[in-house]
């Protein structure tokens, strides 16, 4: 019963370098999101994939990008990682984009120094 | 756009207190409502939700009513516990199609004994 598992759950990063981090779901659901979490600023999303084959941008996608691997499977890339970046990362899966329940991963915590 | 906005955090009570946290939304149509909560070091999780004006959404405890006409959905506890400190989350989906939910900037509610 693992619901959404998100890898890994910290991460230490230098400014410039690059790193992804995974996300898997169990439920067979269609759609999965990319969300961060800032003090002040709730959860912004980055990216969605509404469906297999396909990706949205969110509010905040510059510095990120995004791979549907398969069904299970939706990672976020930082290319050239910046302090800005600095946040807590929820992946999330839903039915479809327009369900009304989103189920959660537990977070990877992300610092660029 | 479509927006939802908060009351500020955090918010400490007593326990047994009563809980009012304010949710304003903006939208077109009539969207889905919902409240998620996020406890300690967890992701999110769906609290409870309201699909149509004048629905009640409820659950361990706390209650939501769909406003139309003040485009309002505060939740209410009427006696909180220790257990109920956590983030709380405002959020909507749009009546228009495949969008994702969209959150407010959460309120951090702390109940100390």
């Known amino acids: 019963n693992a619901g959404v598992t998100q890898t890994p759950k910290f991460q230490v990063l230098k400014t410039g370098q690059s790193m992804t981090l995974q996300c898997a779901q169990d439920m067979n659901h269609n759609s999965m999101y990319w969300y961060r979490q800032d003090p002040g600023m709730g959860l912004r999303l980055i990216y969605y994939s509404a469906s297999e084959g396909t990706t949205d941008k969110g509010e905040v996608p510059n510095g990120y990008n995004v791979s549907r691997l398969n069904k299970r499977e939706f990672s976020l890339r930082l290319e050239s990682a910046a302090p800005s970046q600095t946040s807590v990362y929820f992946c999330?899966?839903?039915?479809?984009?327009?369900?009304?329940?989103?189920?959660f991963g537990a977070g990877s915590r992300l610092t660029v120094l | 756009g479509n927006s939802v906005t908060q009351m500020e955090g955090p918010v400490t009570l007593s326990e047994e207190a009563f809980l009012t946290i304010n949710c304003t939304y903006t939208a077109t149509g009539y969207p889905s409502l919902f409240w998620y909560v996020q406890y300690p070091g967890e992701g999110l999780q769906l609290l409870l939700k309201a699909t149509k004006a004048d629905d009640k959404g409820s659950n361990k405890g706390f209650e939501a009513t769909y406003r139309k006409e003040t485009t309002s959905f505060h939740l209410e506890k009427g006696s909180v516990q220790v257990s109920d400190s956590a983030v709380y989350f405002c959020?909507?989906?749009?009546?228009?199609?495949?969008?994702?939910?969209?959150f407010g900037k959460g309120t951090r509610l702390s109940v100390i004994a």
């Open positions: 959020a909507l989906i749009p009546n228009s199609g495949n969008t994702p939910l969209v």
């Open positions: 999330a899966s839903s039915w479809s984009s327009g369900a009304n329940v989103l189920t």
